[in-house]
């Protein structure tokens, strides 16, 4: 079965860091496309970073510079260090599969439950 | 970034009711759309992808259509679950990019 688990999130004051953690299983991690993908308080859904491939990454550019995706296979673990953090990255952080399940398509298929990360003085 | 944008933001509906969320891309994105469902509280679900295909498990009220630049997410029978806010998402290039929602109430 696959799943997806989210940890991590907590309070943390502006200019802060914070590490976001990503357990999977039921899946190679190396073969799937692992995303973070926000959701502020009574806002809609932000599409974050990527990891896939070879460790290849790519970010939405509120992030770029602050934020770093990356993968441990051997923990089946995807990770996000957020670094100089701002009141709007407040919301809660969901990981999520852009897998294979869709005919010959990718798509976001799995998601974790989220977890929430409160930037505040 | 390519922006996505979806129409209305809100909509007020009965059960029976039939209604259609538009999405517009910003540039072609060929047949690159798919539509979630979110409730609140929970993580977002996978209805449509490539545009008009229905995710295994997801009722046949809920359909999709467009290519290119223009979009729709068509729900007809409205039932009681359907009631929710619905995205769509480019996975064309990255970044990827979410439409804004659409709130569907009931009235």
């Known amino acids: 079965e696959v799943q997806l688990a989210e940890s991590g999130g907590d309070l943390v004051q502006p200019g802060g860091s914070l590490r976001l953690s990503c357990a999977v299983s039921?899946?190679?991690?190396?073969?799937?496309?692992i995303s973070w993908v926000r959701q502020a308080p009574g806002k809609g859904l932000e599409w974050v970073a990527v990891v896939y491939g070879a460790g290849s990454t790519f970010y939405a550019d509120s992030v770029t510079g602050r934020f770093n995706i990356s993968r441990d296979t051997s923990t089946n673990t995807v990770s996000l260090q957020m670094n100089r953090l701002r009141v709007e990255d407040s919301g809660i952080y969901y990981c999520?599969?852009?897998?294979?399940?869709?005919?010959?398509?990718?798509?976001?298929?799995?998601w974790g439950r989220g977890t929430r990360v409160t930037v505040s003085s | 970034a390519i922006q996505l944008t979806q129409s209305p933001s809100s909509v007020s509906a009965s059960l029976g009711d039939r209604i259609t969320i538009t999405c517009r891309s910003s540039q072609g994105i060929r047949d690159d759309l798919n539509w979630y469902q979110q409730k609140p509280g929970k993580a977002p679900k996978l209805l449509i992808y490539a545009s008009s295909t229905l995710q295994g498990g997801v009722p046949s009220r809920f359909s999709g259509s467009g290519s290119g630049t223009d979009f729709t997410l068509t729900i007809s029978n409205l039932q009681p679950e359907d009631f929710a806010t619905y995205y769509c998402l480019q996975d064309f290039n990255y970044p990827h990019t979410f439409g804004q929602g659409t709130k569907l109430e009931i009235k």
């Open positions: 999520a599969r852009w897998g294979t399940s869709c005919g010959s398509r990718n798509c976001y298929d799995y």
């Open positions: 039921g899946f190679i991690l190396r073969r799937q496309y």
